[in-house]
Nanobody
Framework: QVRLVESGGGLVQPGGSLRLSCAASGSIFSIKDMSWYRQAQGKERELVASISDGGITNYADSVKGRFTISRDYAKNTVYLQMSSLKPEDTAVYYC?????????WGQGTQVTVSS
């Protein structure tokens, strides 16, 4: 069984930065795409950023130029560096991976952007 453990969330002031991490553990044979989603209160979960096993990245328009997704293949870990944070970035952030033979979700980590 595969488990995803996220860390790095918290409270930050507008304009600040945070780095989220998500590490996969367990019976890992192969990991393909890694992604970060977020869900704000009262809203649907949305894709924030993704990175393929070849390193191709994709971002939501709302975070382009402010967020950077990266991965460490040796550590089975995906990161989300978030800068110039805005109050509208407040949400629970979830990592999502395709870990052979299925998709797996993390438990979520709260990010709150407020003064």
């Amino acid at each position: 069984q595969v488990r995803l453990v996220e860390s790095g969330g918290g409270l930050v002031q507008p304009g600040g930065s945070l780095r989220l991490s998500c590490a996969a553990s367990g019976s890992i044979f192969s990991i393909k795409d890694m992604s970060w989603y977020r869900q704000a209160q009262g809203k649907e979960r949305e894709l924030v950023a993704s990175i393929s096993d070849g390193g191709i990245t994709n971002y939501a328009d709302s975070v382009k130029g402010r967020f950077t997704i990266s991965r460490d293949y040796a550590k089975n870990t995906v990161y989300l560096q978030m800068s110039s944070l805005k109050p509208e970035d407040t949400a629970v952030y979830y990592c999502h991976m395709w870990v052979f033979p299925s998709f797996v979700w993390g438990q979520g980590t709260q990010v709150t952007v407020s003064s």
